[in-house]
């Protein structure tokens, strides 16, 4: 997938694709990764009351067949670290524990921009 910017003339390279090389996650991977999340959630709802939208959209996202896979395993990291109980900053510390879950959530949410409008309820 090598286009070329017609501005500076340097090839264009898809790092996603470069990076994530490995086969896409089966759809029974997903829904797993789907099940933990929403049970993260429904644990913590008034902890992530606030991203429970961002999350959500994710989640469809992530479940939608149409989406490339390249796209949909940033969005599987990221809620996988979402879901995970030990990271930078333990889920365990009051509100600061969520810090970088947010921030993670946030940075997808962002990177994936307008793509990803049409998955909010």
Partial sequence: MNNHNKI???PEVDLLEDFYSEKPLSEAEMKEVSKALEKKVKTN???VFKIFSH??????????KN????????????????IAP?????DF????????DI???????RYLGREISSYYD
């Fill in 103 to 109: 921030g993670i959530i946030a940075w997808v949410v």
């Fill in 67 to 82: 989406v490339k896979w390249i796209k949909k395993s940033v969005v599987v990291a990221a809620l996988l670290y979402f």
């Fill in 93 to 100: 510390a009051p509100l600061v524990g969520y810090l970088d």
């Fill in 86 to 90: 030990l990271d930078a900053i333990p």
């Fill in 45 to 47: 709802r008034r902890n």
């Fill in 55 to 64: 999350l959500k959209a994710l989640k469809n996202y992530m479940l939608d």
């Fill in 8 to 10: 500076t003339e340097i």
